[in-house]
């Protein structure tokens, strides 16, 4: 076999390599089918955790916000969607991420920056039904999130 059919050989090779990382990276993640319809998403016991402690404070966040909204205080209720908001999911180890599945992902990214657009709107109009209208919208994520995905921990990580 010549050089050259050789380096072509090795760049398919490379090539579909990069592509199937590229899938299972940013596509797909490590999830699959689980009995009960929804997608089960495969972490270590610490990468639960971590998944499962946003979320709590995703939900510590909206109590904090329907209180804000009770008490017409907008600053704290810009401070609690602040909390949750784009910045947090910079905490996430790209490992993790690798994990997850698109749609899952994609579902993160849009409540983070719901919770950003919260903040945000709270500071400047201070006004309790458009703040409730925002959280509603951003609780149909958690709701569809939570209908779609559980995570199950993978022993042999």
């Known amino acids: 076999m010549n050089t050259q059919k050789l380096s072509w050989i090795l760049v398919a090779i490379f090539g579909a390599s990069t592509l199937f990382m590229v899938y299972k990276f940013v596509f797909s993640g490590s999830a699959e089918k689980s009995a009960d319809g929804r997608l089960a998403i495969h972490l270590n016991v610490d990468e639960r955790d971590l998944v499962l ?9 909206v109590q904090l916000i329907t209180q804000g909204v009770a008490n017409d205080d907008f600053n704290s209720v810009a401070n609690a969607a602040q909390k949750v908001g784009r910045a947090a999911q910079q905490e996430v180890p790209g490992t993790l991420v690798g994990k997850l599945p698109l749609e899952f992902k994609k579902m993160g990214f849009d409540t983070h920056s719901q919770f950003t657009q919260i903040g945000l709107d709270a500071e400047q109009f201070s006004d309790s039904k ?3 209208q925002q959280l509603s919208t951003v609780l149909q994520n958690c709701v569809a999130c939570h209908a779609t995905f559980k995570f199950e ?3 042999n990580q």
């Open 53 to 61: 402690e946003e979320m709590r404070t995703f939900l510590e966040s």
């Open 153 to 155: 921990v993978d022993v």
């Open 130 to 132: 458009h703040t409730l």
